[in-house]
C-alpha cells in the first residue's frame, strides 16, 4: 500500500510545485509610487489589495510619495541614483518631459512583451489621444478627470433662480451671479479652481481654440503660447472685471478656493470632476453640476480636455522580473470592474469605453447623474488637433508663470492685455529652452 501512497504524494508535490511563485517562494515585489493621498489615498490602497488578493506571483507596494511635484522630483533622483520604482504617478502636465527622458518603458511595448493583447481603440478618446505618440500609448490613463461647474441648488432657490437650471452660458454666470448677490443667497457669484488648467487651457479646447503652435506641441518641439489672442484677452478681461465687481473670487492656486463653494460663500464652481467626493462628503447644502460654460457665436462647442494624472513605468529598476508584475497590474486596472469602482469612489473618469457602458447597465449615471456630465463633456465631440491634450516642455513651470500673471491681472496691477502678452513672453521663453536641451 505504501507505492501507491507515495506516488500520490509525489505527484501532488508536482502539482504544488507548478502553482505560481513556486513553492516556498515570496510574490515578486512590485513598487509603485503615487500623490494620492486622504480618501483618494484609501481607494488606491484599496484596488492595490484587491490585486494582491487576486493572485499570488507578485505583490504592489503603494508607496505615498507626497504632492505631484514631490512624486516628479522623487522618481527623478532615484532613476539617477539607478534604484526608481517600477511604476510612478505623474500628472498630466509632465507628460512631455516623461516621453523625452529617455528612461521609460512605454506602456504599449509593456503589454506587448508580456502577452496583454488590449483594445485601446476601447479607451475614451480624449484619454487616449493625451497620452499617446505615434498612435501608441506610452503610459496607462489612471485618474483623468476635467473640469465642469458645480452650482449651490439652496442658494439659486434663494436667490428666485431655477435650482434645475445651471449657467449654461458665461453671460448667465454674469446675471445668475449678480441676482444671488442681490437676494443675498451667497457673497459672491463664483470661484474657481487650477486656474490654468480651467480658464485658459480648458476654456479655449471648449470653445475651439488652440492653446500653443504645432497642434499644441504634438507636432513638434519649437512651439509658442497662443493664450494672448483676442479670445483671451476678451476672457480674462470679463474674469479681471469680475473679480472687481466682486462676481468672482479668487480662492488661489490648486483646489485651494474649495472652502469658498463649501462653506456657501460662492454660489457656483467650476473645479475638477474630481471634486465631487470631496463635496459631496463636506458640503451641507444641495447641489449639482452641468458642462462648463460657454461664450457662444462665433466660438464653437468642442470637448474639453483632461487633467490628473497617468502611470509610468520607469527602466531600470532593480528587479527587471516585476515587470511581468507590472503588465498584470496595469490590466487588472484598466477592467470595467476596476473602472467602475474607482469612478463611483473618487469622482475620477472611467478611461474606457466599456467600463462606462457597464455603468450605464448598473443604473449608475441614472441614480447619479452628476457624475454622468465630465463623461458627456470629453465626449462631446471627437477630439481635434486643438483639444486632444497638450504635449508642452517644462509645462510645470509654465503653468505657474501662467497663473502667476492671471494673479496679476485679477489683482488689477495689470491689464489682461500686458499680462496675458507677459505670460506668453515667458512661458515661450521655457519652451525655446526645453526644444534646445532635446534637439
Known amino acids: 500500500m505504501w507505492r501507491p501512497r507515495s506516488f500520490l504524494l509525489a505527484g501532488l508535490i508536482l502539482i504544488l510545485a507548478s502553482l505560481q511563485p513556486a513553492w516556498g517562494q515570496a510574490p515578486v515585489p512590485v513598487i509603485f509610487w503615487h500623490g494620492m493621498g486622504g480618501h483618494l489615498g484609501t481607494v488606491v490602497q484599496a484596488l492595490v489589495t484587491q490585486f494582491n488578493e487576486s493572485q499570488s506571483a507578485y505583490r504592489v507596494e503603494a508607496i505615498y510619495k507626497g ?261 498584470a497590474f496595469l490590466h487588472f486596472l484598466t477592467q470595467p470592474e476596476q473602472q467602475a469602482f474607482w469612478h463611483k469612489e473618487t469622482g475620477y473618469i472611467a478611461i474606457s469605453n466599456p467600463a462606462n457602458e457597464l455603468l450605464e447597465r448598473e443604473g449608475h449615471f441614472e441614480a447619479n447623474p452628476d457624475q454622468r456630465t465630465a463623461w458627456a463633456q470629453l465626449t462631446y465631440s471627437p477630439p481635434t488637433p486643438h483639444t486632444r491634450g497638450l504635449r508642452l516642455g517644462n509645462f510645470i513651470q509654465i503653468r505657474d508663470v501662467i497663473e502667476e500673471e492671471l494673479e496679476n491681472i485679477f489683482a488689477g496691477t495689470k491689464t489682461a492685455e500686458q499680462g496675458l502678452d507677459d505670460a506668453v513672453a515667458r512661458a515661450n521663453r521655457l519652451l525655446r529652452d526645453f526644444a534646445d536641451l532635446y534637439r
Open 67 to 327: 504632492s505631484y511635484d514631490e512624486v516628479v522630483t522623487a522618481a527623478i533622483a532615484a532613476y539617477r541614483a539607478q534604484d526608481p520604482p517600477h511604476l510612478v504617478q505623474v500628472y498630466e502636465v509632465g507628460t512631455q518631459t516623461m516621453l523625452m527622458s529617455g528612461a521609460i518603458y512605454p506602456v504599449y511595448q509593456l503589454m506587448s512583451d508580456h502577452g496583454y493583447q488590449v483594445d485601446w481603440e476601447s479607451f475614451v478618446a480624449p484619454v487616449l489621444s493625451y497620452y499617446s505618440k505615434d498612435g501608441n500609448l506610452y503610459s496607462m490613463p489612471f485618474n483623468s478627470s476635467t473640469p465642469i461647474l458645480y452650482y449651490n441648488k439652496d442658494a439659486f432657490a434663494q436667490a428666485g433662480l431655477d435650482p434645475e437650471q445651471p449657467p449654461a452660458t458665461w453671460d448667465e454666470v454674469e446675471a445668475f451671479s449678480r441676482q444671488i448677490m442681490e437676494r443675498d443667497a451667497a457673497s459672491c457669484g463664483f470661484t474657481i479652481q487650477w486656474p490654468s488648467w480651467t480658464m485658459i487651457e480648458n476654456m479655449r479646447a471648449w470653445h475651439g481654440l488652440p492653446i500653443a503652435t504645432q497642434e499644441n506641441g504634438f507636432a513638434g518641439l519649437d512651439v509658442e503660447l497662443l493664450i494672448n489672442d483676442e479670445f483671451g484677452r476678451m476672457h480674462v478681461g470679463k474674469l479681471a472685471e469680475w473679480a472687481k465687481s466682486g462676481i468672482f473670487q479668487y480662492g488661489g492656486r490648486g483646489g485651494s478656493s474649495d472652502p469658498l463653494f463649501l462653506n456657501g460663500q460662492c454660489a457656483i464652481f467650476i473645479a475638477s470632476s474630481a471634486a465631487m467626493g470631496t463635496i459631496r462628503q463636506a458640503a451641507s447644502f444641495n447641489w449639482a453640476t452641468a458642462m462648463l460654460p460657454h461664450w457662444g457665436e462665433p466660438y464653437e462647442k468642442v470637448n474639453s480636455i483632461i487633467g490628473g494624472a497617468s502611470l509610468w513605468v520607469l527602466m531600470g529598476a532593480r528587479n527587471p522580473d516585476a515587470y511581468a508584475g507590472v503588465a
